[in-house]
Nanobody, 121 residues
Framework: QVQLVESGGGLVQPGGSLRLSCAAS????????IGWYRQAPGNERELVAN???????NYADSVKGRFTISRDNAKNTVYLQMNSLKPEDTAVYYC???????????????WGQGTQVTVSS
């Protein structure tokens, strides 16, 4: 019912910036919390940042002060502005959302396909 499509990943030098987007599409759903996870080679998938419907944000300590998450509820889109990128930010970034069906009124968690972010000299 809900599809999450990420975009904006790519190759960037240390200190550079990228802006990731995740658009939720479909019908008969309401997004509550939405955010970004990442998974580097050999590592577990970890939460980067998320944002609630009310605008409350949370960030991993490693990205505080460098990344900013925002959402446009009218467009069902979430953004991750990434500044001062470091090599250790290299990972596949996944969009994740909690959504409720407006027909069944049951909650469900959704994942996007992921977008590669590579920070390298």
């Amino acid at each position: 019912q809900v599809q999450l499509v990420e975009s904006g990943g790519g190759l960037v030098q240390p200190g550079g910036s990228l802006r990731l987007s995740c658009a939720a599409s479909g019908s008969g759903f309401r997004i509550s919390a939405i955010g970004w996870y990442r998974q580097a080679p050999g590592n577990e998938r970890e939460l980067v940042a998320n944002i609630t419907a009310g605008g409350t944000t949370n960030y991993a300590d490693s990205v505080k002060g460098r990344f900013t998450i925002s959402r446009d509820n009218a467009k069902n889109t979430v953004y991750l502005q990434m500044n001062s990128l470091k090599p250790e930010d290299t990972a596949v970034y996944y969009c994740n959302a909690d959504a409720q069906s407006t027909t069944t009124w049951r909650g469900k968690n959704y994942w996007g396909q992921g977008t590669q972010v590579t920070v390298s000299s």
